[in-house]
């Protein structure tokens, strides 16, 4: 028999054909797959929802009086167990689980039974009106779902499973928009904090996938539509100065607000909800209700259809005093602990505010100025300049504004830091970090390593790094 060819035997031998990187690849592949087609699903269920409220609306404005403080508490009241960690948007507890390599605390925030229960809750919370978006919770889902993808396949070593909740959350946020490049920017920026040659392939793979399965299903599209404008040198950049600075503080505001600091009038408001949830809850299912009729019903749900309207300038609008009074419809929505994520709305905010400040500048093209105002202000509430901005030109397929967008978030950034110097994913984070101690002090005699926020939040630490070894 002729001899073996020992280049085809060095060829089959690279590490391109082991076994365990198919394994690997399959996971992941699988894994993009599912999220991109549960991020799909959630968004048609999502504004199904929504359209079922607005019909329920339809019957009379004063339904929410009661129809939406019932719902806060029940939801409060549901999420007060085994089903925690499905309150709020889901991003800190993805970071968290990336901070913290312990397996119980991984499948706490991670099972299939939170994704399902997060999804769930959402549309519940949609449904009665709350002031909330699916983007955070879709993040949540796809760790989720990719942590549980990992442990099937048996990539259990902690820093495997790392890369895959990184990649799954990337994968959320990507399709949970339809932008790809801002799920990359996202997992480095916001998730991981740094950027890891050893994590690039896995992002990127599970971007695409999932990408071209959204691409198959809901085609190729812009979230809200294509915004053809520029801003010309010179004094039109005045606009990147109001923008930056009043959308920032006002991002920071809200930052701090739903933070409820430990010290102040903030944290009276806290201990209130930590005392009576459920009641806290109700009450304020109730504002919201009342913001609801005060200002003709635009202050519910996602905000979509109402930024949507500010960008493309169409005919009928949500009014001048939209974009504060969706701010605090935004604030009791989150202070009620309900499940529901802060991104649509929070662009929903800095839409109306990008169209309070064009009237103060006359001359200049209205919808550059709200998409100055929506990128400022989401970066000013995430502490994410660069994932704003990229999030901001995908959301209109507008390249040309790239070099104000970023101008304006950067200095949102700098602006907000002023009310809320850590970033608000992050501050949440790094309670549920604190929390874990405290827990697994209580639990051992020998208390664990504690690791403060100037390192375990550290932006230039890597995911892979354990806070702390149980």
């Known amino acids: 028999m002729p001899a073996t060819n020992p280049r085809l035997q060095a060829l089959l031998g690279h590490e391109f054909f082991a ?40 019957h009379g404005v004063w339904i929410p009086l009661l129809l939406t ?16 960690a499905t309150r709020g948007s889901g991003i800190p507890q993805v970071i968290a689980t990336l901070h913290i390599e312990n397996e119980r605390f991984r499948g706490r925030m991670l099972a299939l039974p939170i994704a399902a229960g997060k999804m769930l809750l959402t549309l519940i919370a949609l449904a009665a009106g709350a002031s909330i978006g699916r983007e955070g919770p879709t993040v949540h889902v796809g760790a989720g779902l990719f942590y549980t993808f990992a442990r099937r396949f048996g ?170 009074a969706k701010l605090a419809a935004n604030v009791v929505s989150y202070w009620a602990g309900i499940p529901g994520g802060i991104f649509s709305p929070a662009l929903a905010v800095g839409a109306g505010l990008g169209q309070n400040i064009a009237h103060l500048l006359p001359g200049v093209p209205v919808a550059a100025v709200v998409l100055l105002g929506m990128s400022a202000y989401l970066a000013g509430v995430t502490g994410a300049p660069l994932t704003s901005a990229v999030i901001a030109m995908e959301l209109t397929a507008n390249q040309s504004m790239i070099i104000p967008v970023m101008a304006a978030c950067l200095l949102a950034r700098a602006a907000a830091s002023l009310l809320s ?23 051992s005699p020998t208390p664990p390593t504690h690791v403060g926020p100037s390192s375990a939040f550290d932006e230039r630490a890597a995911p892979s790094e354990p806070v702390q070894k149980p």
Not at 69 to 84: E, K, Q
Not at 228 to 236: E, F, I, M, R
Not at 281 to 286: D, E, H, I, S, V
Request: hydrophobic residues 55%; glycine residues 12%.
């Open 19 to 58: 076994p365990h990187q198919w394994k690997r690849r399959i996971a992941l592949w699988s894994g993009a797959v599912l999220v991109a087609l549960a991020a799909i699903v959630f968004a048609e269920a999502s504004n199904w929802a929504y359209r079922l409220f607005l019909r329920i609306l339809a």
């Open 69 to 84: 403080p019932a719902v806060f508490g029940l939801l409060s009241w549901v999420t007060a167990g085994r089903f925690s």
């Open 155 to 324: 990539f259990s070593d902690p820093k495997a499973a790392s890369r895959f909740i990184l990649a799954g959350g990337a994968a959320g946020i990507a399709a949970a928009f339809n932008t790809p490049l801002a799920g990359v920017v996202f997992a480095i920026e916001e998730l991981a904090g740094t950027f890891e040659h050893r994590f690039s392939g896995l992002l990127l793979t599970a971007v695409i996938v999932g990408g071209v399965v959204s691409l198959g299903v809901m085609g190729n599209y812009a979230y809200f539509g294509t915004v053809a404008v520029n801003l010309p040198l010179g004094g039109a950049w005045v606009a990147v100065l109001l923008c930056g600075i009043g959308c920032g503080l006002l991002g920071g505001l809200f930052a701090r607000l739903i933070l409820l600091s430990r010290r102040g009038p903030l944290a009276k408001i806290g201990a209130l909800r930590a005392r009576w949830p459920v009641a806290f809850a109700t009450g304020c299912g109730l504002v919201l209700a009342v913001l609801g009729v005060l200002f003709h019903g635009s202050v519910y749900g996602t905000g979509y259809d109402q930024a949507r309207a500010i960008v493309q300038q169409a005919a009928v609008t949500p009014g001048e005093s939209f974009g504060l």
């Open 421 to 443: 110097p850590t970033p608000v994913y992050k501050d949440f984070a790094e309670r549920l970090v604190q929390e874990f101690e405290r827990q697994q002090a209580a639990a």
